[in-house]
């Protein structure tokens, strides 16, 4: 029997560390997207960039959010449960009546509200710096909701299994922020040479952006096979993670 009650408890208590935490997690993350819009309004400004005839900016806007959002959702659940293992917390979280799977459950909901949330500030931000007349919500929401549950999967898993912030902050450099900016964040795939876009063709995450990117023109070329890997990679980061928290792994010392 699921306990509602336990699940809805953990999401409240990680809302209110996230709300609490705002100037970190909200306020930090819009201040470095500003930069980065400003930055490069500036450089298209003086150069005239565009790409897909649209200003590069207009390209810019929903790979930085993106960005943004899944960084926020790897730090958050991994730094969560590591801050939790060092200060003793997490095992009143692994010794309470509630399963793992439920822990799991927990933290991937409270994500998705985080998430959303940042990326639906973020939006209304930039909307002042850029007019988006034909976004649809329905694809932004779906794709942000993928992005975030692959990211914050991969959060819970390395927060499970690791114990310092050496090992988190070193994945997270060296495997998110890479997958973050080569996955089309700040580029067109057809700005590449040909015997490079085979890097981009098998990356999943890279339709994420892409498809992403597509629900603030409403220009949808819908492919069934590039969904079908997206999904895949959804339900294996899912799968695995659970297995993680199912399985254990001698979580506590």
């Not at 996955?183 to 990356?203: D, V």
Request: aromatic share 24%; proline share 2%.
């Amino acid at each position: 029997m699921i306990s509602y009650y336990a699940i809805l408890s953990i999401i409240k208590f990680r809302l209110r560390e996230f709300l609490f935490e705002f100037h970190y997690t909200i306020i930090a993350p819009i201040i470095s997207n500003l930069i980065f819009v400003i930055i490069f309004s500036t450089i298209q400004n003086y150069y005239s960039i565009t790409i897909n005839n649209s200003s590069y900016i207009e390209f810019l806007i929903p790979g930085l959010i993106v960005m943004i959002v899944v960084q926020e959702s790897f730090d958050n659940t991994s730094a969560s449960i590591i801050n939790m293992k060092q200060i003793g917390s997490f095992n009143d979280f692994l010794f309470a009546p509630l399963s793992r799977i439920e822990l799991f459950i927990s933290f991937l909901i409270s994500s998705l509200l985080i998430g959303i949330f940042l990326g639906l500030i973020n939006f209304a931000i930039f909307s002042y710096f850029v007019d988006f007349s034909n976004f649809s919500l329905f694809f932004f929401i779906y794709y942000l909701c993928i992005a975030i549950i692959f990211f914050a999967c991969l959060g819970c898993a390395v927060g499970f299994l690791s114990y310092t912030w050496d090992t988190q902050s070193t994945f997270s450099n060296f495997f998110v922020t890479p997958l973050n900016f080569l996955s089309g964040t700040f580029f067109s795939i057809n700005s590449l040479p040909e015997s490079l876009k085979f890097l981009f063709l098998y990356n999943p995450y890279y339709y994420v952006v892409s498809y992403f990117r597509s629900s603030f023109y409403n220009s949808f070329k819908f492919s069934f096979i590039e969904n079908f890997y997206i999904f895949i990679l959804v339900i294996l980061s899912l799968i695995t993670t659970g297995i993680i928290f199912l399985k254990g792994y001698k979580v506590i010392r």
